[in-house]
C-alpha cells in the first residue's frame, strides 16, 4: 500500500455516528480479482442462504396451505432465507386444537408442510424441520414403559439399626411416575452404613462407601430377607427402573400423545425414524427435502425426570467404556430432583460423576447425534442442534453436528457461544447458529433495537447464523388480535417475545433488518475463523456461563480471541500442529491454554487419554500455557494410583519442552503468554470491545462490536500487514456499500485504525489482495469537534396511521390522525396517540444554503428513535439507518432551496393491546414511540 501517512488516522464512525464518512486511499489500480466481484455482489444482496431465518410456529395441522403459501412469500419478500416448521403453542392452553385429526403428523399437517415446501422451492428459500412434536425428540407410536422411551432409575431407602432383621417386599420407590407409566422393575437392591451422627433427613446423607453391600443377588421375587450387621445405622437402597413419563413441551400435539425418547439409546432413534417414515415421509415430501434442502433441527436437551435420567445398558456401557463396575458408586451417582442423595466421606465423588457423565454423553453422542445426523443427511438434510442441557460434552458434540445452535435468551454469557464455536471450529464446520431474539415477557414490546443489542456481540464470539424467535401462523382457535401467537399469552400475561410478520408495524422497513443481519452473516461465513487461544476444559459444557480466566474480561479488551475445546476433540482430525498452530486449517490457535477442572474446584485433574494427545501437540511444538501445579496432576476420573503415577510422568514431560510455560495462578496469565512470545493477532487500547477475525486466500475480514449497551468505546486497532498488495475497506453492515480506505497510518508494520463504537454498535472491515471496488470518498473523518454548524428543524407534521383489532383475530384495521408539532416528541406522549400502535411519520420543510447543501459532511441528527425508521428527503429515500446510531448522512440528498424531510417511525404493538385486550397486556409498560428532539441538520 503506497503513500501510507505516518501521522494520520482514519476513524471508521465519529463517537456521534454520523455514518462511515470515508476518504479515497492511494492504491495501484489492478484489474478486479473474480472473488474479489463477487463478494462485493453478494455483500451487497446476499444470497438466500445467508440470510437470517425465521422458526415458524404452527398450531398443529390447523393451518390453510394457501396461508402456508402466503406466509413463506411474506418472508421470502422481506428477506429472510428459511424457516423451521416447529408444531409449538404454548399459548393455547386449555384450547381444543384437535390432535386428533389435525395434529403434528396427521394428513392435514403433511398437506401444510408439502405447502411450505412446494412455495419454498419457488421462492429460493430452504425449511427446516423440528424432530417432532416439539421438543424434546419423542413419538406417538410408544408408551413410556416402551423400551425406546426415556428412563429413569428411581430409589426407595429404609432405615435399620444394628442388627435388625427386614423381611418382606423390597419397597418401591416413594416418588409416584408420572401419568401413562405403569410398570417399574426392581433392578439392585443395596446396603449401607451411614456415618455415625447424620441426620438421616438431610438432602445428602452421609454414609461409608466402603461398606456398601450389594444384596441384589438375595432378592427372589422382589422379596428380600436380611438382617444389618451389629454395628452402625444401614440404609436399604433399593433401585427401580421405569419410564420417566415425559411429554414433549406444550402439548398433547398427537393422538395417541407422544412421550419423550430414550436419547442414549439406538432404540430411542429407531424410534424417531419410524415415526418420520410412518407420519410424515411420504413420497413428494421427501423428493421436495431433497430439492428444496434445510436441516433436521432439535431443540435443547431438556430431559424431565423426577430421578436418575437413566438408558437400560448405562451399567454395562460404563464397565466396558471405563474399565470398572459402577455398582459401588451407585449410591452416589443417583439423584432427586437433580441433586445427590448420598454423600460418601472421606472420597470426593466428583471423580465418579466425571466418568458417568462422560460416559452418557459417549452414548448420546453415538446412538443419538451421530445416528440422527447421517439418517437426515440420507434425506437430503442437514441436522441442526442444541447440544446442551445435559452435563455432556456439548464441545465435542458441536464438532458433530452439521450446524451448532446456541440461544441468546438461555446463554449467560458470550463465552457460551465460545463453546460450542471451539467444537465447531475443530469439528471442521462452518456454522455456529443462535436461536435470536427471546425475550421473556416482552410479547408485543420487543424492539429490534432490543435484539440488535442483544445479537451484535454474540456475532463477535462465534455466532454466524440467526434463527428469529420467531414468525407465528396467522389464527388459531381462541386467539385474539393480532392473531395466533406460539409464546402469549403465557400464564395469564404476556409471554416470550417475539411473533414477527406482517402484524407488526417494523414490518413495513423489514428489509433494513434482514439486509444487516444477511451481510454480518455473509461476512463471518468467509474462510475460517482467526483464533488465539484455545481453552482446553476438561468437561465440555456448553451453557454453563462459565468463562476463561483473564482472558474474558481482561485478554478481550486489548485484543486477544479465545475459544473453547474439551478432551476429547483432541481426538480430532482437525487437533494437529504446524507452524506452532493448533487446528492450522481451521482456527490456527496460537497457543493451547488450561487450568485445573472449573467443575471441580479448579483441581488439577486430566483425563489420561487427553495427557496423552497433549505431550504429542507440545512435542509437535504447540504453544501451551498451563495454569496451577501440574507437578502433581491426578486423573480425572476414579482415583487410581497406577493411573495417577502415568499422569504425572505425562505432565512431567510436557513441562520439561521448551514451549510450555507453567504458572502459579491466573494472575500470572499475562507474564506467561509474554514468556510464550504470543500476542494477539488483532491488538487494540483498552477497551470494551470484541472482534471476529476470518481468514481467506483473498483477504481478512473483521467484524468489531461494542459489549457495553451503556457507553461508546472507542479503540485504535492494529491491524498487521501481509505480504504483498494491501487493500484496506470499510463494509457498510447497513446499506451494503463497500468503501476504499484511505491514510491509514502504519507503524512497525501494522494499520493504525481508530473505531469508536456506539453501545453495542458493531463495524466491518478487510484488507484484500485486491480492490473489491474503487468507490471512494473525498471527505475526511468527522466528530463533534468537526461540525461546525448545526440548524434546529421546526414547525413539523406528526401523522400516526393507528393500527387496530379488524374483523377477525389477524385482520388490521388503520386510521389516520394528524397534528402539528414545534418540535418532533413521541407520539405516545400526545393525548390524541397515548394509545395508539402503528406508523408515525414527521414532515417538515426548511431552506438549505448553498454552503449547506454542498457540505461534505452534512447530516441529519435526533434525540432519540423509539425503533425502526426510514428517512426521505425531497422524495428520495436515504440508504437504511443503522438503528443503534442517531444520525445520517445527507451528502447527495440535500439540496439548496426549500427541502422536505420525512422521518417514518415504527412502534410495537403493545400500546394498543394494553388497550384492546387488558386482561392479558395491561400489566405491561406504555412505551415511548416515535422521535423525541430536537432534529438537527448539521453540516
Not at 345 to 364: G, N, P
Not at 434 to 455: C, D, H, I, P
Not at 541 to 551: D, E, I, L, Q, R
Not at 602 to 628: S, V
Request: aromatic content about 10%; overall charge negative; glycine content about 8%.
Amino acid at each position: 500500500m503506497p503513500h501510507l501517512s505516518r501521522r494520520r488516522f482514519l476513524e471508521l464512525s465519529s463517537i456521534t455516528g454520523l455514518g462511515l464518512l470515508l476518504a479515497p486511499i492511494a492504491c495501484t489500480r489492478s484489474p478486479k480479482a473474480a472473488t474479489a466481484s463477487v463478494f462485493a455482489k453478494a455483500f451487497a444482496n446476499p444470497p438466500r442462504p445467508y440470510q437470517p431465518k425465521f422458526r415458524w410456529w404452527w398450531p398443529h395441522g390447523l393451518v390453510d396451505p394457501q396461508q402456508i403459501r402466503r406466509e413463506i412469500n411474506a418472508m421470502a419478500d422481506a428477506g429472510f432465507g428459511g424457516a423451521e416448521i416447529a408444531d409449538v403453542h404454548h399459548s393455547a392452553r386449555g384450547v381444543d386444537l384437535h390432535a386428533d385429526t389435525h395434529g403434528w403428523g396427521t394428513a392435514p399437517w403433511r398437506d401444510a408442510v408439502q405447502a411450505a415446501l412446494e412455495q419454498a422451492k419457488e421462492r429460493g428459500m430452504s425449511i427446516d424441520h423440528s424432530i417432532g412434536p416439539s421438543w424434546p425428540a419423542a413419538s406417538n407410536q410408544i408408551t413410556p414403559d416402551s423400551d425406546a422411551a426415556c428412563k429413569e432409575l428411581a430409589t426407595a431407602t429404609t432405615v435399620l439399626d444394628a442388627g435388625e432383621a427386614f423381611d418382606g417386599p423390597v419397597p418401591p420407590p416413594a416418588s409416584q411416575p408420572h401419568k401413562g407409566v405403569e410398570k417399574q422393575t426392581l433392578q439392585y437392591v443395596q446396603a449401607i452404613r451411614t456415618v455415625d451422627g447424620t441426620d438421616l433427613k438431610a438432602k445428602e446423607v452421609a454414609v461409608h462407601g466402603d461398606s456398601l453391600i450389594d444384596l441384589s443377588s438375595q432378592v427372589s421375587n422382589d422379596h428380600l430377607q436380611w438382617t444389618a450387621p451389629s454395628e452402625g445405622t444401614w440404609i436399604l437402597i433399593s433401585y427401580w427402573l421405569r419410564g420417566s413419563g415425559q411429554q414433549p413441551e406444550g402439548g398433547p400435539h398427537t393422538s395417541p400423545e407422544s412421550y419423550v425418547v430414550d436419547h442414549f439409546s439406538q432404540k430411542g432413534t429407531d424410534a424417531v425414524i419410524a415415526l418420520w417414515k410412518k407420519s410424515v415421509l411420504t413420497a413428494p415430501i421427501k423428493k421436495l427435502m431433497r430439492e428444496v434442502g434445510g436441516n433436521l433441527f432439535e431443540d435443547s436437551i431438556e430431559m424431565e425426570t423426577k430421578e436418575t435420567v437413566w438408558t437400560p445398558r448405562i451399567l454395562e456401557e460404563f464397565e466396558e467404556r471405563r474399565g470398572y463396575s459402577a455398582l459401588p458408586y451407585l449410591p452416589i451417582i443417583v439423584e432427586k430432583k437433580e441433586d445427590p442423595i448420598f454423600e460418601y466421606v472421606d472420597f470426593d465423588a466428583r471423580h465418579i460423576w466425571h466418568d458417568w457423565w462422560q460416559t452418557l454423553s459417549e452414548l448420546f453422542l453415538e446412538n443419538h447425534f451421530t445416528a440422527l445426523k447421517q439418517w437426515a443427511n440420507s434425506l437430503g438434510l442437514g441436522f441442526r442442534g442444541q447440544p446442551y442441557g445435559l452435563k455432556t460434552d456439548a464441545v465435542r458434540a458441536a464438532a458433530t453436528l452439521d450446524i451448532a445452535e446456541g440461544e441468546s435468551l438461555g446463554f449467560k454469557n458470550l463465552d457460551d457461544y465460545r463453546s460450542l464455536a471451539g467444537g465447531r471450529d475443530m469439528g471442521g464446520r462452518k456454522i455456529l447458529s443462535n436461536e435470536a431474539g427471546a425475550f421473556q415477557g416482552l410479547a408485543y414490546s420487543t424492539t429490534w433495537k432490543r435484539v440488535l443489542k442483544k445479537l451484535n456481540p454474540q456475532f463477535a464470539a462465534g455466532v454466524n447464523q440467526t434463527v428469529l424467535h420467531g414468525f407465528s401462523y396467522a389464527e388459531a382457535p381462541g386467539a385474539n388480535w393480532p392473531g395466533f401467537s406460539a409464546f402469549t399469552p403465557y400464564g395469564g400475561g404476556p409471554g416470550y417475545s417475539e411473533s414477527w410478520g406482517p402484524r407488526q408495524p417494523s414490518w413495513e422497513h423489514i428489509t433494513d433488518i434482514s439486509g444487516y443481519f444477511s451481510r454480518v452473516h455473509y461476512l463471518l461465513q468467509q474462510g475460517q475463523p482467526q483464533i488465539d487461544i484455545a481453552f482446553l476444559r476438561q468437561k465440555g459444557y456448553a451453557g454453563s456461563g462459565f468463562g476463561a480466566p483473564w482472558f474474558s474480561k481482561e485478554g478481550v479488551s486489548v485484543g486477544w480471541t479465545h475459544e473453547f475445546i474439551s478432551p476429547s476433540t483432541l481426538e480430532l482430525p482437525t487437533a494437529t500442529v504446524r507452524n506452532g498452530l493448533l487446528a492450522p486449517d481451521g482456527p490456527a490457535f496460537q497457543a493451547l491454554v488450561f487450568e485445573g477442572d472449573a467443575f471441580h474446584g479448579r483441581k488439577c485433574t486430566f483425563e489420561l487419554p487427553a495427557a496423552r494427545r497433549l505431550l504429542e501437540l507440545a512435542e509437535a511444538g504447540l504453544p501451551i500455557l498451563a495454569i496451577g501445579d501440574w507437578t502433581q496432576p491426578t486423573s480425572s476420573g476414579r482415583p487410581n494410583p497406577a493411573d495417577d503415577a502415568t499422569l504425572r510422568e505425562i505432565f512431567a514431560r510436557i513441562l520439561e519442552q521448551d514451549n510450555v510455560v507453567m504458572v502459579p495462578s491466573r494472575g500470572y496469565i499475562e507474564q506467561g503468554l509474554e514468556n510464550l512470545g504470543i500476542k494477539p493477532r488483532i491488538s487494540h487500547s483498552k477497551a470494551n470491545i470484541v472482534h471476529a477475525e476470518r481468514r481467506t486466500a483473498d483477504g481478512r475480514w473483521f467484524y468489531f462490536c461494542n459489549q457495553s449497551s451503556e457507553g461508546s468505546s472507542a479503540a485504535t486497532v492494529q491491524v498487521p500487514l501481509a505480504d504483498g498488495p494491501n487493500h484496506p475497506h470499510h463494509l457498510d453492515l447497513w446499506t451494503g456499500e463497500i468503501t476504499q480506505m484511505q491514510n491509514l497510518e502504519a507503524i512497525d508494520g501494522k494499520l493504525q485504525i481508530k473505531l469508536p463504537l456506539e453501545p453495542n454498535g458493531s463495524l466491518a472491515f478487510c484488507i484484500t489482495n485486491t480492490p473489491l471496488t474503487h468507490k471512494e470518498r473525498d471527505t475526511n473523518p468527522v466528530d463533534n469537534s468537526t461540525i461546525i454548524n448545526s440548524l434546529p428543524l421546526r414547525n413539523w407534521k406528526l401523522s400516526v396511521e393507528s393500527w387496530l383489532p379488524g374483523d377477525s383475530p389477524s385482520s388490521t384495521r388503520k386510521e389516520v390522525a394528524s397534528i402539528p408539532l414545534e418540535h418532533p416528541q413521541p407520539w405516545s406522549e400526545i393525548e390524541t396517540f397515548a394509545n395508539d400502535s402503528g406508523i408515525g411519520t414527521y414532515e417538515c420543510t426548511f431552506d438549505a444554503s448553498e454552503e449547506m447543501a454542498n457540505s461534505p459532511r452534512a447530516g441529519l441528527m435526533w434525540e432519540e428513535a423509539f425503533d425502526t425508521l426510514r428517512i426521505s428527503l425531497n422524495g428520495k429515500t436515504l440508504p437504511p439507518c443503522n438503528l443503534l446510531r442517531n444520525t445520517t448522512q445527507l451528502k447527495g440528498f440535500l439540496v439548496e432551496g426549500t427541502n422536505t424531510l420525512r422521518i417514518e417511525t415504527s412502534s410495537t404493538l403493545i400500546n394498543r393491546l394494553r388497550v384492546s385486550d387488558p386482561k392479558v397486556y395491561q400489566i405491561a409498560r406504555r412505551q415511548a414511540y416515535g422521535v423525541s428532539g430536537p432534529v438537527q441538520l448539521l453540516w
